[in-house]
């Protein structure tokens, strides 16, 4: 007969192995930035009965689900979803009995590149066709794409500094230039805050709230005129500019990027407009960039 174990000894035997799961297993945060996405989509579409994002975190040995509605975070992915981001070929699934529709798709980053495969789960309606949900999927995941600027940024904490305001005017500030301006592809706003006087990172369409500026963000504070750079391999323009008070302070900064065209002066020349129509905003408002702004 097995000898009755204690509370303790019994609860030390369960956790024994799943310890040796859990290191064997990616160590992926409860609460990183591509979960932040996931749970925006549900809460965008009611009607999904699942998202879930396979990516290969940076220095991972595999592909693994990172983010999830329903959980499973750090399971490896299976070789469908491997096959999606192989080839970039959208996959779509019934399951028994013709009641849910799975849709995977390749995950892009802002730059187009594929990064992962994203899974789409919707209750099939009676009359239904896979053409519809294909589409839906591809509208949702290219909305995702203007908010991945990379990998890296998926992986990081959400928000990055755990007293960072995530709703605050600088991110609605970003989020409605990102409707206005499709054109757009990076967006983020920096600024001074109160009581350091340090540079943050308050708003943006890739996440990092919390930030402190390095010391490439401290030249753009103190510079007279744009700076501008290419990145992503050649796929993007960026521009850096000061944020200025009426007054002509420089009280942050805003960097922008467009998808890279020979005419970069046409680009540097948009730059310009976005900022000083921000600018002219921030000093409307009397809510300040690092202040909640439901």
């Excluded at 996931?38 to 809460?43: F, S």
């Excluded at 975070?73 to 970039?88: C, Q, Y």
């Excluded at 046409?266 to 000093?283: F, I, K, P, S």
């Amino acid at each position: 007969m097995t000898p009755f174990l204690s509370g303790a000894v019994l609860v030390l035997a369960l956790a024994a192995p799943l310890a040796s799961a859990a290191q064997s297993a990616p160590q992926i945060p409860v609460k990183i930035y591509a979960q932040e996405l996931v749970d925006r989509t549900i809460a965008q579409h009611p009607d999904l009965r699942a998202v879930v994002m396979h990516v290969t975190p940076p220095k991972a040995g595999g592909n693994v689900v990172i983010a999830s509605s329903i959980g499973r975070i750090g399971k490896p992915s299976e070789a469908a979803d491997l096959d999606v981001i192989a080839t970039g070929k959208t996959r779509v699934t019934m399951d028994t009995g013709n009641k849910r529709i799975e849709v995977h798709l390749a995950l892009h980053d802002v730059g187009g590149d594929i990064i992962g495969s994203l899974g789409l789960v919707w209750r099939y309606p009676v009359g239904g066709n896979h053409a519809e949900f294909e589409h839906s999927a591809g509208v949702i995941r290219d909305m995702l794409a203007r908010r991945i600027l990379s990998v890296a940024c998926l992986m990081d904490a959400y928000p990055l500094d755990p007293l960072a305001t995530t709703r605050s005017r600088a991110q609605t500030l970003v989020d409605d230039a990102l409707l206005r301006h499709p054109e757009v592809t990076v967006l983020a706003l920096r600024a001074k805050v109160k009581p350091s006087g340090e540079l943050v990172l308050l708003g943006s369409t890739f996440g990092r709230h919390g930030k402190k500026a390095d010391a490439d963000d401290m030249k753009v504070l103190d510079s007279a005129a744009p700076m501008t750079g290419v990145y992503s391999n050649g796929k993007r323009f960026g521009v850096d500019l000061a944020l200025r008070d009426a007054g002509g302070t420089a009280i942050g900064t805003m960097n922008v990027g467009y998808r890279y065209a020979s005419d970069t002066k046409a680009l540097l020349a948009q730059a310009v407009a976005l900022r000083d129509e921000l600018q002219a905003r921030v000093a409307a408002s009397p809510v300040a960039l690092e202040e909640l702004d439901p």
